[in-house]
């Protein structure tokens, strides 16, 4: 399926890390629970492992999110890219969260994915580059959205807010969809996702105005919002016509009255 600003079959509403933070981030515990509160599309960060295999985890490092210091100690590397996906997947994510997700894996990109497509959900691929990896990441985790949506008719979203990686996946998978991440409207930041080809901006919920909603949108871009967690700033962005809110709150928002 082409993705265009016309032809657009994601939901509105997009569970921010699988369930924001009513579960650990970026495990499949969280994608579960936000599927049961009845979300349909998910928001994950990929990295990749020493050997090369794309995982989930947002931080550099592991120390927030797993039991990596407790099982290692301080003197062995707490970035997640220096490890290979056999040390990963031996740590604890789920425990930092609460006693109830105790044990819970690191998942790799693929088990992630196959949840996701066995369960026709949506997902939108942030990749997260461990510092000075952007363009491997960028090649490797394009070339698995590739060969996992292959048969798909709807394919993922890949993001990031690094330019690098994003030309990466434009240059291995030109036919998967992109959008650029946005922290701040640095300057050239709409040459440069037209340049890249992408179909979306997605802004921090601050960023967007009437201003920078008529610039990405007049440009062929839709506007999608980080992170929506209050029922005042989406009515303000609804307003100002963004049509895309990850977010959080998994539990205040009911996605499927507003797809």
Not at 75 to 94: E, F, I, K, R, Y
Not at 133 to 157: D, E, K
């Amino acid at each position: 399926m082409l993705i265009t600003e016309e032809n657009w079959p994601y939901p509105t509403w997009i569970a921010h890390r699988g369930a924001g933070k009513l579960a650990p981030e970026n495990t499949l515990a969280a994608f579960r629970l936000g599927a049961a509160h009845g979300y349909r599309m998910f928001e994950c960060d990929v990295k990749l492992s020493a050997d090369g295999v794309p995982f989930l985890l947002h931080d550099d490092t592991l120390t927030r999110t797993s039991n990596a210091l407790l099982q290692w100690g301080a003197d062995v590397s707490a970035v997640g890219g220096d490890h290979d996906w056999g040390t990963l997947s031996q740590l604890d994510a789920g425990s930092w969260h609460s006693r109830a997700f105790a044990g819970e894996p690191l998942p790799c990109f693929e088990n992630i994915a196959h949840f996701c497509l066995h369960n026709g959900y949506g997902l939108n691929i942030e990749i997260k580059p461990t510092t000075g990896q952007a363009r491997q990441t960028g090649t490797v985790v394009a070339q698995h959205a590739a060969r996992l949506w292959r048969n798909a008719s709807v394919p993922p979203l890949l993001s990031s807010f690094d330019p690098e990686a994003l030309a990466a996946a434009h240059d291995t998978a030109p036919h998967l969809p992109r959008g650029l991440l946005l922290e701040t409207l640095w300057k050239g930041w709409l040459e440069t996702a037209l340049s890249l080809e992408c179909v979306a901006i997605i802004c921090d919920h601050t960023l967007w105005e009437t201003s920078s909603v008529t610039q990405a949108q007049s440009a062929g871009f839709r506007c999608l919002s980080y992170t929506v967690n209050d029922a005042s700033k989406a009515q303000r962005l609804l307003d100002l016509g963004v049509e895309g809110f990850i977010t959080d709150r998994v539990d205040l928002f009911a996605p499927a009255s507003s797809q």
